[in-house]
């Protein structure tokens, strides 16, 4: 019998790990235009539930093979963040810091109404289904496999594209002084576009992989757009690394306490959890920008 | 005749009826009122700096201790109704106190208040054989053989609940001029312009925030407690979460957070534009109005972050030297 919990638990650790990653993705995009642009895309979720809706329709509804459909979300997500940035963060960037927060949630309801009124209310389903594979005597589903396997490449990329390329360079200069650059020659506008994409295409990605496991629905966002900003916060705003780490924490403590409780009562710990770190480290567990 | 016109709302409103209005636009009269109490109560702190993402919180523990406390008890809801201000002080002290001591401000306090409001929801969703989980709660009905009850505070009148908003919407506009003229509003400016400089001319800055917050909170926890008993049916999703939250605060934002008048006027024009697109392509296009509201949310932020009634007084008091200089 003592068996069979402990079974059960490692299957909850390791499931956990799994989720950590998907959460450790969506954290990297907000953490990242935080970081750089100094704004917090409260919409970030409804950006991933648009791109949930075109791979659904690229693959089921268009017959597009299913890496075709990844590669038009991604494109699309990716091209929406540059529209966001362009049409209602720029506005803004000169007004009161709690505007920029504050106009993307106004984005957030846009985008929520525009989906319901473009795809109804109903739940979809991709219709892919992957297998269950059983390691030991546990079940592990594959489709979070995959989803842990490509967040964490998408992380690697996003890292090396920082730290060894002419433009990351820029990017990560800007976030660190952004008086000083445009001094510089940098054009701050220009790199706020290409980071804007980039927190696109990861949301995109988190799109495609999300897509394999969930339903999809107008208000999707809403059930795991709060848990990517406390992750954020968590690890300290703007800081990649921190996200990464918290990441891991958080869905340690869905996973294992839903085990020990109930789903929710997972959450409810995890959110608790964050509350009282907060107190703790208010700027975070690793450090945020202020 | 401008002193006059709010008396003569006033008196409108208290009188409208016994001149015999029908039910309908009793009951968005009601609506208004008791939204307009709660953005109210939101902004009160919220144009002080304070953007708090949480009050949904407050909202639901309102809500659900007279509902849970009537169903399961047999509590009546006047005495639900201290146990729930307890109860949301608590929370308020438990969440401001460390929040204001520790200097958690802007997009950290926001975020943080954000989780408790979700926290708030999850508990009611996860406590779902007591609360009936997402699908709400109705409080077991008084009304069965007669029309009112008030030791149950259900009233099958809607005239009732109009004289009950229309209370609380007062005292709410009385206790926001109080606030404005006390001591305490000035010392609120100043944090939200410099935390360090206003604690360094003696301003006791968690103090003076932790008092603010909790008359906002107790006004948003009452809120509840009207809205649950007026509407006779609790939802997780409608009193608690992130999506209350951020309709508290784009109603105040909409109306103008920085006039008293504002975060009513904001509840009057969500609703009324909720109403009419539901007049103009009825009940079967789903997301219309979440869509043009959204829009506006954007444009008002861009455009005139000062809100409806910001900038109508703000273009009023323009055209006033110009207007005693051409009656001169």
């Known amino acids: 019998m003592g068996q069979t919990f402990d079974l059960f638990l490692l299957e909850a650790i390791v499931n956990g790990v799994l989720l950590g990653g998907i959460l450790a993705l969506l954290a990297l995009g907000l953490?990242?235009?935080?970081?750089?642009?100094?704004?917090?895309?409260?919409?970030?979720?409804?950006?991933?539930?648009?791109?949930?809706?075109?791979?659904?329709?690229?693959?089921?509804?268009?017959?597009?093979?299913?890496?075709?459909?990844?590669a038009g979300s991604v494109a699309l997500v990716s091209l929406l963040g540059v529209l966001l940035h362009q049409y209602v963060i720029r506005p803004v960037l000169g007004a009161e810091p709690i505007n920029q927060l504050l106009v993307t949630g106004g984005v957030l309801f846009l985008l929520q109404g525009l989906a319901t009124l473009a795809f109804g209310v109903e739940f979809r389903n991709l219709g892919v289904r992957l297998p269950t594979l059983e390691v030991g005597e546990m079940f592990i589903s594959v489709a979070r496999l995959i989803a842990f396997g490509a967040a964490l490449a998408g992380?690697?990329?996003?890292?090396?594209?920082?730290?060894?390329t002419y433009l990351g360079t820029a990017i990560r200069a800007i976030s660190q002084d952004r008086s000083i650059m445009p001094l510089m020659g940098v054009n701050p506008n220009r790199i706020f576009l290409i980071t804007s994409a980039i927190g696109g295409a990861l949301a995109g990605l988190a799109a495609c992989l999300l897509v394999l496991q969930y339903d999809i629905h107008p208000a999707i966002g809403l059930s795991f757009g709060p848990i990517a900003f406390l992750v954020c916060v968590l690890g300290g705003l703007g800081n990649l690394v921190g996200g990464f780490v918290a990441a891991f924490i958080f869905a340690q403590l869905i996973s294992v306490g839903g085990y020990f409780f109930h789903l929710e009562w997972g959450y409810v710990i995890a959110f608790l959890f964050f509350i009282a770190v907060m107190f703790w480290k208010p700027r975070g567990l690793f450090g945020g920008k202020s | 005749?401008?002193?006059?016109?709010?008396?003569?709302?006033?008196?409108?409103?208290?009188?409208?009826?016994?001149?015999?209005?029908?039910?309908?636009?009793?009951?968005?009269?009601?609506?208004?009122?008791?939204?307009?109490?709660?953005?109210?109560?939101?902004?009160?702190?919220?144009?002080?700096?304070?953007?708090?993402?949480?009050?949904?919180?407050?909202?639901?523990?309102?809500?659900?201790?007279?509902?849970?406390?009537?169903?399961?008890?047999?509590?009546?809801?006047?005495?639900?109704?201290?146990?729930?201000l307890v109860l949301a002080a608590l929370v308020a002290v438990l969440i401001g106190y460390p929040c204001f001591r520790f200097k958690i401000v802007g997009h950290y306090f926001a975020l943080v208040t954000l989780a408790l409001s979700e926290v708030a929801r999850m508990i009611i969703v996860a406590l779902r054989d007591q609360t009936?989980?997402?699908?709400?709660?109705?409080?077991?009905?008084?009304?069965?053989?007669?029309?009112?009850?008030?030791?149950?505070?259900?009233?099958?009148?809607?005239?009732?609940?109009?004289?009950?908003?229309?209370?609380?919407?007062?005292?709410?506009?009385w206790v926001w001029t109080?606030?404005?003229?006390?001591?305490?509003?000035?010392?609120?400016?100043?944090?939200?312009?410099?935390?360090?400089?206003?604690?360094?001319?003696?301003?006791?800055?968690?103090?003076?925030?932790?008092?603010?917050?909790?008359?906002?909170?107790?006004?948003?926890?009452?809120?509840?407690?009207?809205?649950?008993?007026?509407?006779?049916?609790?939802?997780?999703?409608?009193?608690?979460?992130?999506?209350?939250?951020?309709?508290?605060?784009?109603?105040?934002?909409?109306?103008?957070?920085?006039?008293?008048?504002?975060?009513?006027?904001?509840?009057?024009?969500?609703?009324?534009?909720?109403?009419?697109?539901?007049?103009?392509?009825g009940h079967d296009i789903h997301g219309l109005d979440t869509t043009i509201y959204g829009l506006l949310l954007v444009l008002f932020i861009i455009f005139m972050p000062q809100g409806i009634l910001g900038a109508a007084a703000q273009a009023w008091k323009r055209q006033q030297p110009a207007r005693r200089a051409a009656a001169v």
């Open chain 2, 1 to 84: 005749m401008t002193r006059w016109l709010p008396w003569i709302g006033l008196a409108a409103l208290a009188l409208a009826p016994l001149a015999g209005i029908g039910n309908y636009p009793l009951h968005l009269a009601i609506t208004c009122l008791l939204w307009g109490f709660v953005y109210t109560s939101w902004a009160l702190m919220g144009r002080l700096g304070m953007v708090s993402l949480g009050h949904g919180a407050f909202l639901g523990i309102g809500a659900y201790s007279v509902v849970m406390g009537w169903n399961h008890f047999g509590l009546s809801p006047w005495l639900g109704l201290p146990l729930a």
């Open chain 1, 31 to 70: 953490n990242l235009i935080f970081g750089v642009i100094d704004v917090v895309w409260i919409c970030y979720a409804e950006l991933i539930m648009i791109g949930m809706y075109c791979v659904y329709y690229l693959h089921a509804s268009f017959g597009w093979p299913l890496w075709l459909a990844f």
């Open chain 1, 155 to 164: 992380m690697v990329a996003t890292y090396l594209f920082l730290k060894r």
């Open chain 2, 132 to 173: 009936g989980g997402s699908l709400g709660a109705t409080p077991t009905t008084a009304l069965a053989d007669q029309a009112w009850s008030l030791s149950a505070l259900q009233f099958s009148s809607k005239v009732v609940w109009l004289y009950i908003a229309l209370a609380a919407w007062l005292a709410g506009l």
């Open chain 2, 178 to 281: 109080r606030v404005d003229r006390s001591m305490a509003r000035l010392a609120l400016e100043a944090i939200a312009h410099e935390e360090e400089a206003a604690a360094s001319v003696g301003i006791n800055v968690t103090r003076v925030k932790l008092g603010i917050t909790l008359i906002s909170a107790l006004m948003t926890c009452i809120g509840g407690v009207l809205y649950a008993q007026y509407q006779l049916y609790v939802n997780p999703e409608t009193v608690s979460g992130i999506g209350v939250s951020l309709q508290m605060v784009f109603g105040a934002i909409a109306g103008g957070m920085f006039v008293r008048l504002g975060p009513t006027v904001g509840a009057i024009f969500t609703l009324l534009l909720a109403e009419v697109l539901r007049l103009l392509v």
